[in-house]
């Protein structure tokens, strides 16, 4: 079946760098794009970036730009997410999410999620 | 931080109808962007609802309906259920080409009484 599968849990100190993968299973990696998206505890969803894997072409969201590097590896059909510069704002849960619809046909929401990963940063 | 505002919550009693809004600008839904809706229960990844403002995926009862008028859009809930009880969130897409291109509403927590 389609699925997302995310890595585990990182703890990470202020200052430090995190790499999350996303990898894909069940449909052609290439022809969807894939968004990271992040939820603070108690928090409502934000958006972060999206990749079009065929491509490696990336968007960031303002917020995020310079700091967050999206990147593909279509050979295992994994996706990846780097954050660096943590501080206690980015304790979150992190999701990949698979655009509805092949990239060729527009943007039609997230249909398939990623179990999410927590990433943790505190001293 | 969200682009999209949405009522903090939201609730009704089983068999009613429950409509969740979602206010945009010129730039997102005023601009003709499509409006999507996610259904989030917690500890659980965001469920797809409603694409291109009123479709259901697969599997999504027909209880659950989307519109939009000019800068806004609209989730109605029909014939409330308890599983219904959940977060809900409705995401666009911003022109503006400034901020997030993604933006999503801030959520709305729905209670089944």
């Known amino acids: 079946q389609v699925q997302l599968v995310q890595s585990g849990a990182e703890m990470k100190k202020p200052g430090a760098s995190v790499k999350v993968s996303c990898t894909a299973s069940g449909y052609t990696f290439t022809r969807y794009y894939i968004h990271w998206v992040r939820q603070a505890p108690g928090q409502g969803l934000e958006w972060m970036a999206i990749i079009n894997p065929s491509t490696g072409s990336t968007s960031y969201a303002q917020n995020f730009q310079g700091r967050v590097t999206m990147t593909r590896d279509t050979s295992t059909g994994t996706v990846y997410m780097d954050v660096s510069s943590l501080t206690s704002d980015d304790t979150a849960v992190y999701y990949c999410?698979?655009?509805?619809?092949?990239?060729?046909?527009?943007?039609?929401?997230?249909?398939?999620w990623g179990q999410g990963t927590t990433v943790s940063v505190s001293s | 931080q969200s682009g999209l505002t949405q009522p903090p919550s939201v609730s009704g009693a089983p068999g009613q109808k429950v409509t969740i809004s979602c206010t945009g600008s010129s730039s997102d839904i005023g601009a003709g962007s499509d409006v999507h809706w996610y259904q989030q229960t917690p500890g659980t990844a965001p469920k797809l609802l409603i694409y291109g403002t009123n479709n259901r995926p697969s599997g999504v009862p027909d209880r659950f309906s989307g519109s939009n008028s000019g800068t806004s859009a609209s989730l109605a809930i029909t014939g409330l259920q308890t599983e219904d009880e959940a977060d809900y969130y409705c995401q666009s897409y911003d022109s503006s080409l400034s901020g997030s291109w993604v933006v999503f509403g801030g959520g709305t927590k729905l209670t089944v009484l």
């Open positions: 999410a698979r655009d509805s619809v092949p990239a060729a046909q527009g943007h039609f929401g997230m249909d398939v």
